[in-house]
């Protein structure tokens, strides 16, 4: 039984080392590092892991919110990083470039311009909040919104107890870079440090842009993580900032101003309630 589960270690072991460094021992040109052959694509057969069908009548509680995913955190610094990609490998992106790519590409289409989903947002459209060309005395000056300018996520997602499982779930709906607002990058004499949400994507469409592209692996470099499974495993810290209440989805600095510490006691309590909903549940 151990001389089992020692083979089944080290093979798991040997293909993750293979599928990381692609080719990298049978390389005959540096061109060939990364690239698989045409047997082994069919072999591997990668994909996000797809969602169970959940019937709405399995829902006995739910509840959405709202989350801004803070990127000057440690822990969520694989989600901001890399920011130069001159001196880096062209597999690996930060969340928001990969977003922009898959976007730009033609891989996600479900783009829009609020969480509500209500009005799609054309690429053109987003290009006008990350790029802005100025004009002055002649001289034409452009300004990027790039990976540095993000200083953030805000997420969007359910809460919900499934009773034919018998446990509390969470399904991410959608996710949005928080940046600057690029009409003041450059100008002088203005100082705008506020975050602007510049487009929501809807998550599912997303899930097979995320998962080919990896996350360094700072435990074990032969096995990188996809930004599927750090979104789906909550691999995050975040703060709640929005619920789904009954005075029209007011953010909590909308009714607790100008207290920091209020407001992130309120998140607390949110979060706090969330946990004993799945134990009340429980109770009869």
């Known amino acids: 039984?151990?001389?089992?589960?020692?083979?089944?270690?080290?093979?798991?072991?040997?293909?993750?080392?293979?599928?990381?460094?692609?080719?990298?021992?049978?390389?005959?040109?540096?061109?060939?590092?990364?690239?698989?052959?045409?047997?082994?694509?069919?072999?591997?057969?990668?994909?996000?892991?797809?969602?169970?069908?959940?019937?709405?009548?399995?829902?006995?509680?739910?509840?959405?919110?709202?989350?801004?995913?803070?990127?000057?955190?440690?822990?969520n610094l694989p989600y901001y990083f890399?920011?130069?990609?001159?001196?880096?490998?062209?597999?690996?992106?930060?969340?928001?470039d990969t977003l922009i790519k898959g976007i730009r590409q033609g891989k996600i289409k479900e783009a829009y311009t609020d969480s509500f989903f209500t009005s799609k947002i054309t690429q053109d459209e987003i290009d006008t909040r990350l790029v802005n060309i100025r004009d002055e005395n002649g001289?034409?000056?452009?300004?990027?919104?790039?990976?540095?300018?993000?200083?953030?996520?805000?997420?969007?997602?359910?809460?919900?107890?499934d009773k034919r499982q018998g446990e509390m779930k969470y399904r991410l709906l959608a996710l949005a870079p928080m940046g600057?607002?690029?009409?003041?990058?450059?100008?002088?004499?203005?100082?705008?440090?506020?975050?602007?949400?510049?487009f929501w994507i809807f998550f599912p469409d997303a899930r097979e842009v995320l998962h080919d592209s990896k996350v360094f692996n700072p435990m074990n470099a032969s096995q990188p993580i996809s930004y599927d499974h750090l979104l789906n495993a909550r691999r995050f810290n975040s703060v709640i900032v929005r619920e789904e209440n009954i005075?029209?989805?007011?953010?909590?600095?909308?009714?607790?101003?100008?207290n920091s510490l209020f407001q992130l006691l309120e998140a607390n309590k949110i979060k706090e309630d969330i946990r004993n909903r799945e134990i009340d549940m429980w109770n009869y």
């Open 82 to 96: 890399p920011i130069d990609t001159t001196s880096i490998s062209s597999d690996r992106r930060s969340l928001f």
């Open 180 to 198: 600057k607002d690029v009409q003041t990058l450059g100008v002088e004499n203005i100082e705008d440090d506020n975050l602007y949400e510049l």
């Open 139 to 161: 001289y034409v000056d452009t300004f990027n919104l790039q990976t540095e300018d993000v200083a953030g996520y805000m997420l969007k997602g359910m809460w919900y107890f």
């Open 1 to 75: 039984m151990v001389r089992n589960c020692i083979l089944v270690f080290l093979f798991c072991l040997s293909a993750s080392f293979v599928n990381a460094q692609a080719n990298v021992l049978n390389a005959k040109s540096a061109d060939e590092i990364g690239k698989r052959s045409t047997e082994r694509l069919e072999a591997d057969n990668d994909g996000p892991i797809p969602y169970g069908y959940v019937d709405d009548r399995d829902i006995m509680w739910s509840k959405v919110v709202w989350e801004f995913v803070d990127l000057n955190q440690k822990i």
């Open 247 to 258: 005075y029209g989805n007011r953010a909590i600095e909308d009714y607790i101003r100008g």
